[in-house]
């Protein structure tokens, strides 16, 4: 382990590597392309799972768990999914090993090979909507709202931790519906439940908007994005929300007996958040320091760290230091229980233990020492902030609780101007490719015209992020052809 | 769906799927070997995960996720652990597929072979090792107690809904220490926390004990299991708990600088329980009319039911009835608010909703109509007992309370009832021959030999279920072969 992280303008992809080693949140494994997420990092995402999952059911959505395996032929069965997804996934073709012939070694068995190869999923429509055609019978099956917590696999060849690896852990949900206007109001439900969860719990101030033709999902009517800026001014898709129209239901039979007796084909929609989440959570708020967490999602939101040498010391010490994590621990913010840890270790020097914390991003750090306890007091430190603030230890939750609403709001705050600053309109082809390596956001007018996409994005490297859904019509001209326009797209280059 | 389910004497196998089908658990997927957990089965998964979960980290165990699949040469590092696992398993062979020459649907792509076959894990212990093996470096990274909640997959010709499917859900614990002893008080501590929980929240009276050598854990030192009986007399393994000794730390090179500087292998455990367990508890408490479920694992544990034909009346009714579940939401039992739903729908009939709630073995039902709310009183009904039990609203909650933790009790009562008269003590193989055929567990004399215990499962269908713990040392004859035992074992047959 390096001491000191790589700086962020030395090297921002070095930095973000960097900085997951010093969290301790994930590293590569010895299986090409997965990784193995470790204690730190899990917690994060089992706070997300958390809230979300709450959310997701308060909204009337059931959990449920599909099969890992997919038949090859299903894959084809709506057309355009295939497209997008057949070409990279794992495909299962035995079923059974038999040891070699040395005694030692296991090889394939080629007599258990599968009559029809099956497919890790690479995502779950195909399965879970040949068993929706099943469950769905009238309109009083509707609307029927699913989602799944689970595994999912798209092969890569060039993984990146939480941002790209072959293996990911996701929520998808799954609704169908009566009419076009539910599922889109659904679609447009689960987009404004990610936009809330990652302004409000991630401090993350994203982009809502549409994906344009090219860039929607395989198999929708039209996808919602929540698009957000890291800090190097590149963006993140951070949620997806597709309203799939007929499409599947037509490739799969999911049909109901509406109330006028006439069969018809449901209205669907899916929708998901992934461990992607994590990657863009650590580029939006971290420090040449390290980890950054904003105290909604941070697994620990306070560690208070004793300071002793003799054995009297360690005995007044960590008495007032559980004396203030128990007084903390009772209270309630933002509905959970404060969470907070009492650093205790013996094997670890009070030094490392600093740095260890301020390496995982833990928002509030308070020290105690034998002359503070003394004085009745301690000091506390905001992670987002420099220097010490000494604090009397009769108002040390008081204090506590109070960084961590300043904290939470200016973590948002920051994010919100660095996206604002670097959000540009640009009226011309010569003028976005001179700006386009300073990074940013940039919103111009485009025909709609996929060549014009397709240009940008082999000239420029930039991709169109999304039509932003806050925007007035507005006449214009294309940056690229220079046909009308009557709206702005999101171009930027994209993690 | 059948009107009346198939009866406990008529059809024990029949009957356990008519009641999954019932109370709407679980279905065979189009994929095979694979089962769609839905919405209501998947609901008391999720409790038994909180539940676990919570009890695994209050004792310092943290959870990760490692990857889904495997190099196929991880398998045969642990020589006795290729045996028992390498058999039946699914193979990744490929990364890629491609459209046919036809157009329309997809081939592997030949191109796109991996170089190593992966292996879709069976379970996790090799990834895990070879991994720890990087994180352990001196006695202060001992003990490392890891968890993960995952799927997992081993291939099965003959499968039956939650007890035997090719891919499962599990949790599945990892510990290394730097003692034999550690090791072992690990895996006898996760031992009583399976035990607690199947006798505390679900119910179930098991016999804790190790296996044997034939039936331990391939790789284990030894194994130690729950053993639960079902209604019928057969035996289910609950869940189980491996002391691994430093077999998988040779095999996999987990070694740790000890306090006097020598290099040493850790000592490992690994402990699991699966969704396997929802068909255990189907088996141990449900009727012929459905579902039972003990209420601390119950998603609902009490359901009020609104009776009414006059849209007056349903308003009088419904404020009755949602007076009681605000009530009962507000309480707190076995430290977890109160489960409470109260069915408003309107397209469904009281008897269609009375039916439902009975086969998803809610364990406590309120009915209230217009006559009770004119009298101040509901009715309210026990799922474990017949019978309606008139009861002042003014003590609804109070009584529902009791009612549940009677039944808790009372399903727990009859389970250990029907296993201790379904234990019997038999000294000579023609007794235990002509008793196997009406179920139970028979505590015979063993002499530990494995030729033994291979007559018994080959003339008589039935496993060596464990050697309980909780016995004497006792002198005796092997009831297959007449030579000295010192303590008995439990043969049964076996789910």
Chains 1, 2 share one sequence.
């Not at 461990?275 to 939101?301: K, N």
């Not at 485009?446 to 006449?475: F, H, M, S, Y």
Request: proline letters at 3%; one cysteine or more; glycine letters at 6%.
């Amino acid at each position: 382990m390096k001491k000191t992280l790589t700086t962020r303008a030395a090297d921002y992809n070095q930095w973000y590597l960097d900085v997951i080693e010093a969290a301790d949140l994930a590293e590569h494994s010895d299986v090409k392309g997965a990784m193995v997420i470790k204690p730190y990092g899990y917690a994060i995402w089992e706070r997300m799972q958390k809230i979300l999952d709450e959310r997701i059911k308060e909204h009337g959505v059931q959990n449920a768990y599909f099969p890992l395996l997919i038949p090859k032929s299903f894959l084809t069965k709506e057309a355009s999914h295939v497209e997008g997804f057949a070409k990279e996934c794992a495909v299962v073709t035995h079923y059974r090993l038999k040891m070699a012939l040395d005694g030692k070694s296991v090889i394939v068995d080629p007599e258990a090979k599968l009559e029809e190869e099956l497919i890790i999923r690479p995502t779950s429509e195909t399965v879970m909507y040949s068993t929706f055609s099943r469950w769905i019978k009238s309109w009083r099956d509707l609307p029927l709202q699913i989602n799944q917590w689970a595994n999912v696999m798209r092969w890569e060849m060039r993984t990146r931790l939480f941002l790209r690896t072959s293996e990911f852990l996701w929520q998808e949900g799954h609704t169908a519906h009566a009419t076009y206007d539910e599922a889109e109001a659904e679609a447009r439900w689960a987009l404004s439940m990610y936009e809330d969860f990652t302004r409000d719990v991630l401090a993350m101030s994203v982009v809502p908007g549409m994906k344009t033709e090219s860039e929607k999902f395989a198999g929708a009517d039209h996808t919602f994005t929540i698009e957000a800026m890291m800090q190097d001014g590149k963006a993140l898709q951070a949620g997806t929300s597709h309203n799939l129209g007929q499409n599947f239901a037509k490739a799969f039979e999911v049909k109901f007996l509406g109330k006028e007796n006439t069969e018809e084909y449901v209205y669907q929609t899916s929708w998901g958040v992934s461990t992607r989440m994590i990657g863009g959570l650590i580029m939006s708020h971290s420090d040449d320091d390290g980890l950054v967490l904003p105290p909604r999602i941070a697994p620990h939101q306070v560690v208070i760290i004793p300071i002793y040498k003799t054995d009297e010391e360690r005995v007044a010490v960590e008495a007032a230091a559980h004396s203030i994590a128990q007084s903390l621990k009772a209270e309630t913010m933002w509905e959970e229980k404060v969470r907070v840890h009492v650093d205790t270790r013996d094997n670890k020097s009070f030094g490392e233990k600093t740095y260890e914390w301020l390496k995982k991003g833990v928002p509030v750090r308070i020290e105690i020492g034998p002359r503070d306890v003394a004085n009745n007091s301690c000091m506390m430190m905001r992670r987002d902030r420099f220097g010490k603030n000494p604090i009397e230890l009769g108002v040390a939750v008081e204090e506590a609780l109070k960084y961590l609403i300043l904290i939470q709001h200016d973590l948002l705050e920051a994010n919100m101007q660095n996206r604002l600053t670097r959000t540009h309109h640009v009226d011309s082809y010569d003028e976005l490719k001179s700006k386009i390596e300073e990074g940013g956001f940039f919103l111009t007018h485009w025909c709609g015209d996929n060549a014009c996409e397709k240009k940008v994005k082999e000239e420029l490297k930039a991709t169109t992020r999304c039509i932003p859904l806050a925007q007035e019509n507005e006449e214009g001209t294309c940056v690229v052809c220079s046909k009308p326009s009557q709206r702005r797209v999101i171009f930027a280059r994209a993690y």
